[in-house]
Every structure is written in structure tokens, then in C-alpha cells.
């Protein structure tokens, strides 16, 4: 349930100037709700602490380095897994669709908002993941809400993990769909619950290749297995594994050799692709009719004619990343490695993932070590709950293709400063 947490109210946490008060006496102010959260807030900053969901990135010089408070950071807390956001083919592709087709289309794809460049991207998606069809949402938080609750009405099941991320939750929301928890990555728990329902109900299973606030990755051969033996249809959002695990890059299903019986997979253009944008891909032969009938796809704008065009780049170029893929599995394991020996409690025994987490013991430790980081140069991602699972507070690290060796070895060198200095290590 990725939730940002601080951030959702960093408004809210401002004193009040004008008209924001019910008028009517004793009317409950609609803000009361938000005021542990607020005190919460309010409570951490009071030490002197910078707001670790505040930070403005002045000048981002490439993947894996910006300039924050004036010095400069190295990046370990952004999605950007294959470093394409400087690819010179990518940018330029977006430059160009920028003078040719102009900053944006103002319309919903079923109306004036399909350009060529949206169909481009569609057929580069359809290749990257060699399967039939393939629809691309604004983002890939609409994606999930769209699919999902289209697919799966107030009579049906979506049967979810638990640790699930937010946008598949309101996914089942939107469509009134019955939610079915099962414990994180539990193969039997998941069994159990679909043995438990009616076998003539319509039923999905949403799973995640990668869980992005541990880095673990699910183990979707027996899961995609249960569920199609209990009739279930399969969605697995591949947003943190698409263009890195897997042979072509297509995620854990196809690491795994299950791709075939996932009836949808979900991903984002937010993180490997390097841009902004979501899709869905599927074989399933009546799956354009949700063109239609999908309420986040229909009544919203489509992308700018300059996201497509840098997003159709960057996928066709992932299907030739091999060697970004060994670089990126070499770091994480250097990474991991490197992290454990400091003595840090990682989130995972083994690297499963680009995404490292370091477990810290309580928030205000957390909090306090994500700014010794800061000082020391370095950019991790704090997340606590209710994001987290279990109520753990994290330094989310994500690396990117582009850092180099040497710089996984500044990473550690401060990692280990920190930690002396903050007493977590
Ligand atoms: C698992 C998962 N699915 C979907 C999304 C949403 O992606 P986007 O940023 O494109 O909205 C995220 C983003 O954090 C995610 O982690």
C-alpha cells in the first residue's frame, strides 16, 4: 500500500488563514480526521529535522545524480531501473513529437486523444511482451484502478495479497468488487481462500512480480497455478520488474515461465520505460472491448504526444538490454552484499530484486538516518506505515543501470558513516 504518507497532508499541516472553518457551530471540520497524523508530523519536524517528504531536486544531472540543498546527491530512491531517462534516443523522440504533434491532446483516447504515436507505443508493448493486445492508461496507478474495476463488478472476487499496492486496492473499490486478502506471498493461504468461495463466481487474482517496499519478489509459478486450478483469472502488475527480471525483461512471469497463463499483466512507463504513463497487456481475445466500458481510460485525457513518442523508444530499446540487466543484478548483489556485512537488517535474506530495503528500528531513527544520508550525499526513500508492511519503518534503496561500481562503493561508504553516526549499525 504505497502511500506517501507525510506528504498526503503537508497542506494540511499549515496553519489555517481563512475561510476553512465549518460555519456552522459544532459542524465537524472534514480536516479532524487527519489531525494524529498532523501531530505526528508536526512532532518529528519539531526536532530539527529536514522533511524527509519535502525534497526538491534543483538540477538532476543524470540516473543517478542531482543537486539537492546545493550539493550533490547520488541517487538511490527513484524507479528509474534502466536509466532511461537521458537515453539521447529517447529524448530526442520526445523532442520531436513535441514540434511535430505539439505539447498535448487535450482529449480522451476514445475521442480526439488517440495519435499515431499512442498506437506506436501500443505496437511496441505488444512486441516487447509478444502477446495480442495492449492499452495504455495516463498512469500506471489508472492502469490498475481501470483494469480491475472493470474487470471484477460487486458480485465478483478479487482475491489480493495483502501487501498489495494502493492502486489495486482502489482498483476493487471503484468496481465494488468483494476483496479477498491473503497473507504476503503465502501459496497456501492463497489456496485456502479460493477454496473457500463459490465456484461459479467470477474471480480474479491480483499478484505483484516484484513487492516494491521489501524488493522480494512473489513466487507466481505455484501462485498463478493454484489459482487457475480454483478457476480464477490471473493479473500480475509487473511495474518494478518490467525491463530488468526475466530474459526479454518482461518480469517475474516470465522468469519464472508462467507469462503464458497470466491472463493480464499490468505496468507503468513510471519506472524502467523512464517517463510517465501505465498499460495493460493480455491475449485474451475480447480484451479491446475495455476500450469502451473502462471508466479511467475513457474519461480522462490522454498522454502528451512527447510521453508516447519517449515511452515507444525506451521500450523498444529495453528489448535489447541485456547488458544493462547483468550490470544492474551485479550491482544489487554488490549492494546487498556490502549492506548485510555493515551489519544493516536488509528486507530480504537474498537480492531478489533492484530494490534493497533496510530495516530501521523505529521512525525517528529512520528519519534521522535518511538525513545523515542527505548530509552525507546520498538520496534513499523513507517509507513507514502505513505504507510498510508489518508497521516497519524502511530506507527503500533502488538502483539504477547507470551506477557504476565505484559509486555502489561511495553508497556503502556512506551507509556506514550514517550508521556509526545515527547508532543503527
Ligand atoms: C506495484 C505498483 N503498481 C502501480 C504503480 C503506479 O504506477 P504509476 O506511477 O505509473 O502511477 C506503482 C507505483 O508506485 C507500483 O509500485
Known amino acids: 500500500m504505497t502511500d506517501p504518507g507525510f506528504a498526503m497532508t503537508a497542506e494540511a499541516g499549515q496553519p489555517s488563514v481563512r475561510g476553512s472553518v465549518p460555519s456552522v457551530a459544532g459542524a465537524p471540520d472534514l480536516f479532524d480526521k487527519f489531525q494524529p497524523l498532523i501531530d505526528q508530523r508536526e512532532a518529528l519536524l519539531a526536532t530539527g529535522l ?48 513535441l514540434d511535430e504533434f505539439g505539447s498535448g491532446t ?198 502528451p504526444p512527447s510521453v508516447v513518442a519517449t515511452a515507444a523508444t525506451s521500450i523498444r530499446k529495453l528489448m535489447s538490454g541485456t547488458d544493462k540487466r547483468t550490470h544492474l543484478l551485479e550491482n544489487s548483489k554488490r549492494l546487498h552484499g556490502g549492506l548485510k556485512s555493515l551489519g544493516f537488517q536488509l528486507g530480504t535474506d537474498t537480492p531478489q530484486s533492484a530494490i534493497i530495503a533496510v530495516i530501521m528500528p523505529d521512525l525517528e531513527r529512520g528519519a534521522a538516518m535518511w538525513e545523515a544520508l542527505l548530509r552525507e550525499g546520498l538520496y534513499v526513500n523513507l517509507a513507514r506505515p502505513p505504507a510498510t508492511p508489518q508497521g516497519m519503518t524502511l530506507l527503500r534503496c533502488s538502483l539504477c543501470a547507470e551506477h557504476s561500481e565505484a559509486q555502489v562503493g561511495e553508497i556503502l561508504g556512506m551507509f556506514e558513516a550514517a550508521g556509526k553516526r545515527i547508532g543503527v549499525i
Do not use: W
Open 50 to 97: 529536514t522533511d524527509p517528504f519535502n525534497l526538491v531536486m534543483e538540477k538532476v544531472e543524470s540516473p543517478t545524480v542531482a543537486i539537492c540543498n546545493g550539493k550533490r546527491t547520488i541517487l538511490l530512491g527513484t524507479y528509474n531501473y534502466m536509466g532511461m531517462t537521458f537515453d539521447p534516443d529517447v529524448i530526442a523522440a520526445g523532442k520531436r513529437a
Open 106 to 303: 487535450t482529449g480522451s483516447r476514445v475521442l480526439n486523444g488517440t495519435y499515431q504515436g499512442h498506437r506506436e507505443c501500443e505496437d511496441a508493448l505488444r512486441e516487447f511482451y509478444a502477446m495480442d493486445h495492449a492499452m495504455v492508461f495516463s498512469t500506471g496507478y489508472q492502469a490498475n484502478l481501470g483494469i480491475i474495476s472493470t474487470l471484477a463488478g460487486k458480485d465478483d472476487y478479487v482475491i489480493l495479497d495483502i501487501d498489495s499496492h494502493a492502486s489495486i486496492y482502489d482498483g476493487c473499490g471503484l468496481g465494488n468488487a468483494q476483496i479477498v486478502a491473503f497473507r504476503h506471498n503465502d501459496v497456501e493461504a492463497l489456496e485456502k481462500r479460493l477454496k473457500r468461495l463459490p465456484p461459479q463466481a467470477g474471480k480474479l487474482v491480483v499478484l505483484e512480480g516484484v513487492y516494491s517496499m521489501l524488493g522480494d519478489t512473489a513466487p507466481l509459478k505455484e501462485m498463478v497455478a493454484v489459482s487457475k486450478a480454483h478457476g480464477a483469472m490471473v493479473l500480475v502488475d509487473e511495474a518494478h520488474s518490467m525491463g530488468f527480471i526475466g530474459e526479454h525483461g518482461r518480469g517475474v512471469a516470465e522468469a519464472q515461465d508462467v507469462i503464458d497463463d497470466v491472463d493480464f499483466i499490468i505496468g507503468t512507463f513510471s519506472k524502467s520505460v523512464g517517463t510517465v504513463g501505465g498499460f495493460c497487456v493480455s491475449n485474451h481475445p475480447r480484451f479491446e472491448i475495455l476500450r469502451l466500458v473502462c471508466r479511467p481510460y475513457v474519461f480522462t485525457a490522454s498522454l
